[in-house]
């Protein structure tokens, strides 16, 4: 009996940890979303750029390599020397201010005013010019991330816990190490949001963009602001699936897996993202593990979708989204 | 009309009033064909208390709003302590100096009314975002510092037992109060106030009166006002500029305003032929 509730143990551990992995991604989307009431599209297409640039820079590629021996029949691809790879995440963390400010000046200055649908409609151009102008830029074959991260299953703690309990947990040390990262990532957004000026004048541009004015804060310069933050979120989160699974196309996917997260957690909703995230995760581990034998397995493909459906009928606003209210 | 020379003049109470702080001159202010601002001059005082009245569509918000910044008129010239104020937006303009509040209030509801009038600090905090981050050095000291002004602001508009509360929560003479605490935050030279007493009952209406004057009084804070209610507007101000469908047809004391043949018939109501 308790091997059992050893396992079940086990595979709720697991599910947090892939749960966090969820939350980081879905956390993107919250803070665009927030500040400017934009669904961003582009948030999972974001992280698979950041993580194919950060691939990119630390092997020392050419970038555009393709492009340049096609027009001038040369057949440059590595320049040879390789980066460190705190150097190489420094430097994509400006690849993508870079991008945030770029997204600012060609792209929302001038949609100023108009309704989310179109900026939505903006976010999905973005997403597809984003994809192919990181296929040009790296090349389109899968690509494996190795920033010094471990990996595999942690032998520390399947010997720790076999001595106290009689029964060794596999957990996989690179979601651990993401679990912490995450950890500290949403505490340091939290404080710099809650405590200074730039994060005040973030959550009061959420807030009420005339107010916003009023008070002396520049629109503009707050959204380059959270499309950069953003930018920071997916750079991580492309860092930690990528690690995981290799840095490919399937990784913008993801994003698809932040959409229950979010209506879950609610859009507007830090805390949200993350309690979210976790539930998805543990909810579709422990489900595959209990209902799975009994339907033929594979429940993890849709057991998200299924328990976002049932929030959007009962609960549409999601656990922590703001209340909906129409006064009439 | 009262003669307010390049020297300033002395209220009747005994105030000193200075010279020109902000001038409108011959502002025309256009929304495709409607002219809601019509060739406007006016100025404002350092240290006075200035309305601005008139009927419903006046353009007295309008007014209001190219001061701020938040409309650009078609014609004219602004000038803010004897410089011509190039085209601006908001929030440069905030960062001029010139706070304001709304008449259908404009507060940050999920934030506490601490965090709302620390936002009317944002100008005077400029600790690199680096700093920011990190919570260290200028940073914290600015945080600290600021927090200290605002806990004073909060002290004077008697909001003490309501600094945590969350904006949404609060009734709706409070908002007002909130937001005024904001604007007063940033310490400005030009505090503008649109309608601060719309809504308000008559006790709430006194508060505010009193709050208005004291902030006038204590912090030397120019003020321009916008107000439906004339009983009040003419026991609060020192110069009033009245407007009726985008003209200026007053300007001066509020008892030559008051004995002003044109002002009265747009008050009352007039014939016109």
């Known amino acids: 009996m308790p091997e059992q509730l050893f396992f079940a143990l086990e595979v709720m551990l697991n599910g947090l940890m892939a749960g966090v992995l969820y939350a980081l991604v879905a956390l993107g989307f919250v803070l665009i979303f927030k500040a400017s009431g934009i669904f961003n599209y582009a948030q999972g297409v974001m992280a698979l750029f950041a993580a194919l640039t950060l691939v990119g820079i630390m092997e020392g590629q050419v970038p555009f390599a393709h492009l340049i021996n096609a027009i001038f029949g040369t057949e440059v691809h590595h320049f040879g020397w390789t980066v460190p790879s705190v150097l190489a995440i420094a430097m994509t963390l400006g690849v993508m201010v870079l991008l945030a400010i770029l997204v600012e000046r060609l792209i929302l200055k001038h949609l100023v005013n108009q309704p989310d649908i179109i900026l939505f409609m903006a976010t999905i151009g973005l997403a597809y010019f984003l994809e192919g102008f990181g296929d040009i830029m790296w090349g389109s074959d899968i690509k494996t991330l190795n920033v010094g991260l471990p990996q595999g299953i942690s032998e520390t703690v399947d010997e720790v816990t076999y001595d106290w309990f009689g029964y060794g947990f596999f957990l996989d040390k690179l979601d651990m190490v993401a679990t912490v990262i995450a950890a500290l990532l949403v505490i340091g957004l939290t404080l710099f949001s809650q405590y200074t000026k730039q994060g005040r004048a973030l959550r009061a541009v959420a807030d009420d963009h005339q107010a916003a004015l009023s008070v002396g804060i520049s629109l503009r310069f707050i959204w380059v602001l959270v499309w950069s933050i953003a930018g920071f979120v997916a750079l991580i989160a492309g860092m930690m699936w990528g690690a995981k699974s290799g840095v490919q196309f399937s990784l913008s996917l993801i994003a698809l897996k932040a959409l229950p997260v979010l209506m879950l957690g609610g859009f507007t909703s830090i805390p949200g993202a993350i309690v979210g995230g976790l539930i998805i995760g543990v909810g579709e581990k422990l489900f595959e593990f209990t209902i799975g034998p009994m339907v033929g397995g594979a429940t993890e493909n849709w ?24 006064r009439v | 009309m009262l003669d307010a020379g390049a020297e300033g003049y002395t209220t009747e109470d005994g105030r000193k009033i200075g010279g020109v702080l902000m001038e409108m001159k011959n502002i025309t202010l256009r929304f495709g064909g409607v002219e809601a601002i019509k060739d406007i001059s006016f100025d404002i005082r350092e240290g006075e208390i200035r309305a601005i009245i008139g009927p419903n569509g006046a353009g007295k918000s309008s007014m209001l709003n190219v001061i701020s910044g938040f409309y650009v008129p078609q014609q004219g010239e602004v000038w803010f302590r004897g410089e011509k104020r190039p085209q601006m937006k908001p929030y440069q303009v905030a960062a001029q100096g010139i706070a304001r509040t709304f008449q259908n209030i404009a507060l940050f509801e999920g934030m506490s009314v601490l965090d709302n009038i620390m936002t009317g600090r944002l100008t005077h905090m400029d600790a690199g975002i680096a700093a920011q981050a990190l919570w260290w050095g200028k940073a914290q000291r600015e945080e600290v510092a600021n927090r200290a002004k605002v806990e004073r602001v909060i002290d004077f508009l008697e909001i003490q037992h309501i600094r945590k509360t969350p904006v949404a929560r609060l009734p709706y003479g409070l908002k007002k109060r909130v937001e005024l605490a904001r604007a007063l935050a940033a310490e400005p030279m030009l505090l503008l106030l649109d309608e601060p007493m719309a809504g308000m009952n008559v006790e709430e209406k006194e508060d505010m009166s009193r709050f208005i004057l004291d902030v006038n009084d204590e912090f030397g804070t120019t003020i321009a006002l916008i107000e439906h209610d004339m009983g009040v507007v003419m026991d609060l101000s020192d110069r009033v500029v009245v407007m009726d469908y985008g003209k200026k ?12 043949q044109d002002v009265i018939d747009a008050y009352l109501g007039v014939a016109h032929d």
Do not use: C
């Not at chain 1, 959007?312 to 209210?325: A, M, N, S, T, Y």
């Not at chain 2, 047809?249 to 002003?260: L, M």
């Open chain 1, 303 to 326: 057991f998200a979708y299924v328990l976002a459906l049932m929030f959007l009928v009962f609960r549409p606003q999601g656990l922590f989204g703001e209340k909906i209210i129409e």
């Open chain 2, 249 to 260: 047809i007053g300007d001066g004391t509020p008892d030559e305003v008051r004995s002003n």
